[in-house]
C-alpha cells in the first residue's frame, strides 16, 4: 500500500509561480508511473501532467495541452516525491490538485480509473 500526501497549494495572483510536492509513502514504494490531476467543483477530475518509467532512457514527462510550456513535473526516486512546478499561472488554473501513482507500469495514463493511489488534495487558487 502507498500513501500519497500533496503540499504546496495557496492563494496566489496571476502571473504568479506555485510548486506542489507529492510524497510516496509505503512498504514497498513501487509507483512507475506518478502524476498530477486537477478538479473544480461540479466538473470531473482532468489529468495535467505524469511523469513515468520508460526503461533505459529513464522517466519521460507528459502533459495536458492547457498546461504545457508552463508546467514542469519533476520526480526524486531517492525522495519518492513528484513536484509539479507551477509557472504564469491564470485564474482558470484554480481547482484541487491531486497526486495520484500507479502501482504498475500500464499503457494509459491520462484517466483517473487507470490509477491506484490518490492524495487528498490540495487547493490552488489563482486570482486575476
Known amino acids: 500500500q502507498v500513501q500519497l500526501v500533496e503540499s504546496g497549494g495557496g492563494l496566489v495572483q496571476a502571473g504568479d509561480s506555485l510548486r506542489l510536492s507529492c510524497a510516496a509513502s509505503?512498504?514497498?514504494?513501487?509507483?512507475?508511473?506518478m502524476a498530477w490531476f486537477r478538479q473544480v467543483p461540479g466538473k470531473e477530475r482532468e489529468f495535467v501532467a505524469a511523469?513515468?518509467?520508460?526503461?533505459?532512457?529513464?522517466?519521460?514527462?507528459y502533459y495536458a495541452d492547457s498546461v504545457k510550456g508552463r508546467f514542469t513535473i519533476f520526480r526524486s526516486n531517492a525522495k519518492n516525491t513528484a513536484d509539479l512546478q507551477m509557472n504564469r499561472l491564470e485564474p482558470a488554473d484554480t481547482a484541487i490538485y491531486y497526486c495520484?501513482?500507479?502501482?504498475?507500469?500500464?499503457?494509459?495514463?491520462?484517466?483517473?480509473?487507470?490509477?491506484?493511489?490518490w492524495g487528498q488534495g490540495t487547493q490552488v487558487t489563482v486570482s486575476s
Open positions: 495520484a501513482a500507479q502501482n504498475t507500469l500500464v499503457s494509459l495514463y491520462t484517466r483517473p480509473t487507470e490509477y491506484d493511489y
Open positions: 509505503g512498504n514497498p514504494v513501487t509507483t512507475p508511473t
Open positions: 511523469v513515468r518509467w520508460s526503461g533505459i532512457s529513464g522517466y519521460s514527462e
